[in-house]
């Protein structure tokens, strides 16, 4: 068990709606990384902040917006859902470059 | 642009057998690093190793080894003593650059290990 932890474990939606999903951070990790993995496919880069700050953004729309809190804990927000967006979206906290462990991961479902 | 390939859809292998998962890269930065993770159908993506590229040795992890080819730009992942609770899907992923802040992933290989 890597200490992070996602919520919530699974959620539908439907188009045009918003979701905010939540990461914990390994203690004592400043970096939150996220990632969208479509089914059957690697992980793709979302974006990662890094004390409190975004710190470099895949290849996402706008619509995908994330926020580091102090604490080091992150959302993910995703506004106007497209039946596309359907994901199991992966947290990933680090400390230094030769790491990155993810959490559990938040299926997401937009019908 | 960073390039992971990972030409093994799915792998089968024989319990308390050896096995390998091939990882091609292709990246024009001097510095870079390689993981390899592995995803049960859970879900949960599991940190098994890590080379860097200026590392001389190649890196091991219990039954875990990373047999790096820098000239060939591979990076294989070896699995020493296969047990049933391996079955799951294998990345490879690559961090480009000293300072690089994302990971690239390839594809997968499914591995199913046979009693």
């Known amino acids: 068990e890597t200490g992070v932890t996602q919520s919530p474990t699974h959620l539908i939606k439907t188009r045009g709606q918003q979701v905010t999903l939540r990461c914990s951070s390994q203690s004592g990790h400043n970096t939150v990384s996220w990632y969208q993995q479509a089914l059957g496919q690697g992980p793709q880069f979302i974006f990662q902040?890094?004390?409190?700050?975004?710190?470099g953004r895949g290849n996402f729309p706008p619509r995908f917006s994330g926020l580091q809190f102090p604490n080091y804990s992150s959302e993910l927000n995703v506004n106007a859902l497209e039946l596309d967006d359907s994901a199991l979206y992966l947290c990933?906290?680090?400390?230094?470059?030769?790491?990155?462990?993810f959490g559990p991961g938040t299926r997401l479902t937009v019908l | 642009a960073q390039k992971i390939t990972q030409t093994q859809p799915g792998m089968f292998v024989q319990e308390k057998e050896a096995v390998t998962l091939d990882c091609t890269y292709d990246t024009s930065d001097q510095s870079y690093g390689l993981f390899w993770y592995k995803q049960p159908s859970s879900g949960e993506m599991i940190f098994l190793i890590y080379?860097?590229?200026?590392?001389?040795q190649n890196a091991t992890e219990g039954r875990y080894s990373l047999n790096f080819q820098k000239a060939r730009k591979s990076a294989n992942l070896v699995i020493s003593a296969s047990q049933l609770g391996d079955s799951a899907m294998y990345f490879c992923a690559m961090r480009e650059g000293e300072y690089g802040n994302k990971l690239v992933f390839g594809a997968g290989t499914i591995l199913r290990v046979k009693s």
């Open positions: 902040y890094y004390r409190e700050e975004e710190n």
């Open positions: 080379q860097g590229s200026y590392d001389e």
């Open positions: 990933a906290s680090s400390r230094d470059l030769n790491e990155q462990f």
